[in-house]
């Protein structure tokens, strides 16, 4: 916030007076607020406060027990040219009363905000107009890909008519080369130069005036005082000297540097929009119109169109419009472009669809579940678009530097010239290695460094099924020491069956249908596996009353007046019982692995009434995972809530000497911490059991077909249940962060050594030029080596 200013605060989470006198009492102990006034009513606070920061009013709020909620914008911005624009337009937003906070992309041109309370559109537009630049609300803006493709059409026009008017300019420098003496009429000279400095250039004047207005500086400051300088020189020679006697003009200096730059700013845009094509081909995916089916007549409608509920027919080789169940007919799915599964998925009535996904050989009937923005497919790309504006930590440092990057620069160009006029060389010589210095300075690279790698790197990741949250999960996960796996349906296929009963009266069918009433209505994976087991018997669990889940436990409920209860052997220490005959049983299945639940009844009298064993397989790329992490040096842990037998035969069977057993739901995320004590550590989890230890651990990796609670808590999310994927993630964020390490050194060692090269006069304007100008395409090209990579699957599994 600025000096004395007012600000409305939304606040939730307020239920009566009190909680409002509590929030006044908290905000007015902040540094800086003259008053806070709360509305009950309307759930906002009004602050006046002089330079207080937003961050210390919103954690006096959450300190009180509350919260300030906000919601997120994006804004596409024009006219950014290198890192220094960046921090302009974040600066210039981040001053709008109500901005909690602000990312912007210079590879994706777009300004991700956070927004506290009705911030008004017109301020932020009015705040990047002040900077200098354009912006448009995203979903007001063209078409991301239609903006992209016009402009790139214009500079490549452009471009080509720059480098057509100072190619023959550069004809006197190549005669020279080859021993020739020949120089262009004078006025030739002016007529190609001029038009090139002036109306192709047009936007580097355009752009710097913007800039010094907004009291800083950027790239095109640099080239337009540059060339211009270059430019002024040789009118003012020409001017002066005598038509008999012209000296060597600097006309081609000046033409040639303009249109090299704008070569390199168009390869530059062809090289950031080859970074965003992975979010391009998820968009793709979407089709715009289907075939709903009512009272067995299709008609053809537009997506928009459909709502929950309603039926839907696919075609074969047709893309699914919308996340549904089948409901009739036999097909197979392709969904490599979702999930990255290489083979077709086979679906039938009951089997889910994915919006995007293309239909096989046979025609489907399917109930929409989900559309529009709350489609996997949907969220998938806001799942990478997050990623993709996201900050990456070590971008904090590039920030750091741009900010002061084009001053300094213009003070070496000053000292340069001071120095070289006091050393007694002329001013042509001074001018010309000053203007060498301007050149040659380049923060586009600097700018470009970080973002293009973490575009290519997620967009890479997520065409294989990798997707990957947000910049910082990808920046520690490549210093992962230890992965932590849940078991059930991490490591194991999810799908427990019953594999053993043992009733203590020895009626296993009764114990059967007691427990299966206990389960009905259970998401749970031993649930299914219980229902599962009645049905193949061809028993009907009755319905039972007062169900009640024992966290940790199991469940209880009450049937014909008991109450019975199923789940572990925790049940069985809760009520003192003892497992009796059933102990050495119980103990020879745990041996073998098997996941124990015993049937207890509660009242009238407490007894256990029998026991289950379930048996779960291992996933098929388990193991190889489990050694592929080993071959990184990357210890693997299992922790599980299962009995100690189950998870140590699990343990041994891959290969993990660390083995947890028996851990409650809230003791899993305890575990982890206890493990981030030594080792940076990645959480492997699916349930929502799994999520507070996903959010506890350094990288929360999320399996597919998990609950949408713990993608919520994960970095990482896997499309696919292959726990082989694991490594794949940790692999692609090894190689997103070397190749950002890569791009920043070598932009900072370009500028180091280029910026001295010129001010000793070891370069002349045009040579500087085209080196700043493919600086920035060698950064983003760079980047662009990460969309070949692709996880080595084969490799894991041998």
């Known amino acids: 916030m600025t000096a004395s200013t007012s600000l409305d605060l939304p606040i939730s989470g307020m239920t009566c007076a009190s909680c409002a006198g509590r929030v006044e009492r908290a905000l007015a102990k902040v540094p800086g607020v003259r008053s806070a006034s709360v509305n009950l009513a309307r759930e906002q606070a ?39 624009c960046v921090g302009r337009v974040e600066r210039a ?8 906070a602000v990312t912007v992309n210079l590879a994706s041109e777009r300004a991700h905000l956070q927004l506290l309370g009705a911030v008004p559109t017109a301020a932020l537009l009015q705040a990047v107009t002040g900077a200098g630049y354009q912006a448009q609300v995203l979903d007001e803006a063209i078409p991301p890909q239609d903006a992209a493709e016009q402009r790139l059409r214009r500079e490549r026009w452009t471009v080509m008519l720059a480098l057509l008017l100072a190619a023959p300019l550069m004809l006197p420098m190549l005669a020279d080369w080859f021993g020739g003496h020949w120089m262009l009429p004078t006025w030739v000279q002016f007529a190609l130069a001029t038009p090139v400095q002036f109306v192709l250039g047009a936007r580097f004047y355009t752009s710097a005036y913007k800039a010094v207005r907004a009291g800083t500086g950027n790239m095109d400051l640099l080239v337009a005082l540059g060339t211009s300088a270059a430019y002024g020189m040789s009118l003012y020679l020409w001017w002066r000297a005598p038509a008999a006697a012209m000296p060597h003009l600097y006309f081609e200096a000046a033409a040639v540097v303009i249109a090299l730059v704008l070569l390199g700013k168009y390869l530059e845009s062809r090289a950031k929009r080859q970074t965003a094509s992975a979010i391009r081909a998820l968009e793709a995916l979407r089709p715009e119109r289907a075939w709903r089916v009512r009272d067995g007549v299709e008609e053809e409608v537009a997506i928009a169109a459909l709502q929950l509920g309603d039926w839907v027919a696919v075609k074969p080789g047709e893309r699914f419009p919308i996340d549904g169940e089948v409901l009739e007919g036999q097909s197979h799915a ?39 923005g709350e489609t996997v497919l949907a ?33 070496i160009a000053l000292l340069t010239l001071c120095a070289w006029l006091l050393l007694g060389a002329g001013l042509e010589t001074a001018l010309l290695n000053a203007v060498a210095v301007l050149v040659i300075a380049c ?36 210093r992962v020491g230890v992965v932590a796996f849940d078991k059930t349906g991490t490591l194991t296929s999810g799908s427990p069956r019953v594999v053993h009963l043992a009733a203590a009266q020895g009626d296993e069918r009764e114990l059967l249908r007691l427990a299966g009433a206990l389960q009905r209505g259970s998401e749970h994976p031993l649930a299914k596996a219980v229902l599962d087991a009645c049905h193949e018997r061809e028993l009907t669990p009755p319905a039972v009353t007062d169900s009640q889940a024992l966290p940790g436990r199991g469940i209880a409920g009450s049937l014909d007046g008991r109450r019975l209860a199923l789940g572990n052997r925790r ?25 124990l639940s015993w049937l207890l009844e509660q009242s009238p009298q407490a007894r256990v009434l029998g026991l289950l064993a379930f048996g779960d397989s291992l996933k098929p790329g388990a193991a190889a995972a489990i050694a592929a992490l080993d071959a990184r040096n990357i210890h693997s842990h299992l922790i599980s809530g299962d009995n100690r037998g189950s998870a140590a035969a699990v343990g041994q069977a891959l290969g993990i000497r660390n083995v947890h057993a028996e851990v409650l739901p809230a003791d899993k995320a305890a575990s982890v911490v206890a493990l981030k004590q030594h080792a940076v550590v990645a959480m492997v989890g699916d349930g929502i059991n799994d999520a507070p230890a996903l959010a506890a651990a350094d990288v929360g990796i999320a399996m597919g077909g998990g609950t949408d609670v713990a993608m919520q808590a994960a970095g990482i999310t896997l499309m696919r249940g292959d726990p082989r994927l694991v490594p794949a993630a940790l692999e692609i964020s090894r190689r997103t962060y070397a190749k950002i390490q890569q791009n920043l050194f070598w932009a900072f060692v370009y500028n180091l050594i280029g910026l001295p090269l010129a001010a000793f006069g070891l370069l002349n304007p045009m040579l500087a030029g085209a080196a700043m100008a493919f600086s920035s395409v060698c950064v983003v090209s760079n980047a662009l080596l990460l969309k070949r990579w692709k996880p080595q699957l084969e490799e894991i599994a041998q």
């Open 46 to 84: 009004r602050i006046e406060a002089e330079a207080t920061p937003l961050a210390s009013l919103i954690a006096a709020v959450q300190g009180a027990g509350y919260a300030v909620p906000s919601h997120s914008l994006e804004l596409a911005i024009d006219g950014m040219t290198c890192a220094s």
């Open 93 to 100: 937003l981040a001053k709008v009363p109500g901005v909690g």
């Open 334 to 372: 392709d969904e490599a472009l979702i999930s990255g599964e290489s083979l077709p998925v086979a679906k039938q009535p009951g089997a889910q669809v994915t919006a995007g996904a293309i239909n096989g050989e046979g025609r489907l009937l399917v109930r929409t579940t989900a559309l529009g």
């Open 379 to 411: 969220r998938i790309i806001r799942l990478v678009e997050d990623a993709q504006a996201a900050k990456a930590p070590i971008q904090k440092l590039v920030d750091r530097v741009s900010a002061v990057f084009v001053p300094v620069v213009i003070a």
């Open 443 to 478: 923060p586009c690279a600097l700018g470009l460094a970080t973002p293009t790698a973490i575009m290519a790197g997620t967009g890479a990741a997520a065409k294989h099924g990798i997707l990957i949250k947000d910049a910082e999960a990808l920046e520690i996960a490549h």
């Open 571 to 595: 049940l069985l220490e809760d009520h003192g019982l003892h497992a009796g005959a059933l102990a050495a049983q119980a103990s020879a299945w745990e041996a073998e692995g098997r996941t």
